[in-house]
């Protein structure tokens, strides 16, 4: 067995003892070197990225410029977007305030076409009957004409074998000035029903 002595004093390692330690500073060098050439190679392939975003791949236009480009033109579309909202919102208010004097005109106008269509006489019922017992065909009839108060007018028309005769009454509130009929009356429920 060989015996090495180390400087200084120190104690002497056997030999195997100092291959093992060898081998082992052996493989940590090997892996070191390993290491590092991957670290240079990752490297490499970092400045290959940089160099890309810094003239670009036609060394035109760089990423940065085109993300430049992009941002300020999203920039642009959000006032854009800013003025249309404004623009909605005033017009929003326009037509609110144009709406409600529209509506209020309209409910004068049906209010006032109420009235007027109130007065109209648009109830109208006819009952027809025969008035004798000798005569068929239900020749006479009573007509109530009114409006939607029950003003209006009743006319009743009698009809025999010699002659025909016509009688107006008028109706106020489904009254007439004069006593009405059976069928008068019965012409003046309808027409109040309609």
Do not use: C, W
């Not at 854009?80 to 709406?99: F, N, P, S, V, W």
């Not at 074998?161 to 106020?172: E, M, V, W």
Request: charge should be positive; avoid cysteine.
């Amino acid at each position: 067995m060989r015996v090495v002595t180390l400087a200084r004093g120190r104690q002497p390692y056997p030999g195997p003892v100092l291959t093992v330690i060898t081998v082992i500073a052996l493989i940590f060098g090997v892996i070191g070197l390993v290491t590092g050439t991957l670290a240079l190679r990752t490297l490499g392939r970092l400045r290959q990225s940089v160099a890309l975003l810094s003239r670009g791949t036609s060394g035109r236009e760089t990423i940065l410029d085109v993300a430049e480009k992009h941002m300020a033109a999203s920039e642009a579309v959000r006032k854009d977007i800013g003025e249309l909202q404004q623009d909605l919102t005033a017009a929003h208010r326009t037509m609110r305030g144009e709406l409600t004097d529209e509506r209020a005109g309209l409910t004068k106008t049906v209010e006032q076409i109420q009235r007027e269509v109130s007065t109209a006489l648009r109830r109208v019922a006819l009952v027809r009957y025969d008035a004798f017992d000798d005569l068929g065909g239900r020749l006479s009839f009573s007509l109530a004409i009114m409006d939607d108060n029950g003003n209006g007018v009743t006319l009743t028309s009698i009809a025999s074998t010699s002659d025909t005769r016509l009688y107006a009454k008028s109706l106020t509130r489904g009254v007439g000035e004069h006593t009405l009929s059976a069928e008068e009356e019965q012409a003046v429920k309808a027409a109040l029903t309609r």
